[in-house]
């Protein structure tokens, strides 16, 4: 589904990706985690686009997104993204922050795009929200829309730049469990920052300084991965 051949990226002299090679399947979750500024972010937005890749080859469902015959904007049809910073339109309902998308892009009526906001916010725990604004809900509640909005033009991929960074461990669970709802049967990528984002992932690839120094399973890099190993005794011991 996801095919990646020595991807580089440089901002001028500063080398933040090194010649990752990765390949992902369909329903694959992965976890991407390492230290602060090992690329994790940056790999993300590589994958859609969103930063332009110095060199290398990204290939989703045998389309390489490098090609200048590719179109772009019709392979972001197909990747649903969530930020940190949730990226909602301050001056539009959490329904209008929905709805515009699918509406703008697949030309659905606004009968059929509120439709199916309505079922995203039932399974994201608020629908009783579709009437709101940003700046009347909390942030987990910011990040669950954020969520729903990543899901309304049902992407094969899921890609989550530390969606739950900012929030509480409580607020984390609750945001954790609608995502755990809506991750089925896609491709899902993850920048971690706390390992428990990282408990429902099939695989975790380690990054360092901008190259993979290390992918398999919790149990496995626990025990045979130095630097992974040290980031979870850091996070216990914080």
Do not use: W
Not at 29 to 55: D, M, Q, V, W, Y
Not at 99 to 114: D, F, G, R
Not at 159 to 166: G, P, Q, V
Not at 168 to 192: F, N, W, Y
Request: with cysteine; aromatic share 4%.
């Amino acid at each position: 589904m996801i095919k990646i051949e020595k991807l580089c990226k440089n901002y001028d002299k500063l080398e933040v990706l090194k010649g990752i090679d990765a390949q992902v399947n369909k329903g694959d979750i992965i976890a991407i985690i390492g230290p602060s500024g090992s690329g994790k972010s940056t790999f993300l937005r590589c994958i859609n686009k969103l930063e332009e890749p110095t060199s290398g080859h990204i290939y989703i469902k045998n389309q390489d997104i490098m090609s200048d015959n590719t179109d772009i904007n019709l392979i972001r049809q197909k990747v649903g993204m969530v930020f940190q910073h949730f990226n909602l339109f301050p001056h539009k309902t959490v329904m209008e922050n929905l709805t515009l998308a699918p509406m703008k892009l697949k030309n659905l009526s606004q009968e059929e795009a509120e439709k199916k906001a309505l079922i995203l916010l039932e399974k994201v725990g608020l629908k009783d929200k579709a009437s709101a604004y940003p700046n009347q809900l909390s942030g987990g509640q910011k990040q669950r829309i954020a969520i729903a909005r990543a899901m309304i033009r049902n992407p094969e991929i899921l890609l989550l730049d530390e969606a739950t960074a900012n929030l509480d461990s409580c607020t984390e669970k609750s945001v954790q469990r609608a995502l755990e709802r809506l991750m089925l049967g896609r491709i899902t990528i993850v920048a971690a920052h706390r390992f428990s984002t990282i408990k429902c992932a099939d695989k975790v690839v380690v990054l360092e300084k901008g190259k993979i120094c290390g992918c398999g399973t919790h149990e496995e890099l626990f025990e045979n991965n130095k630097i992974y190993r040290e980031l979870l005794l850091n996070q216990i011991n914080n």
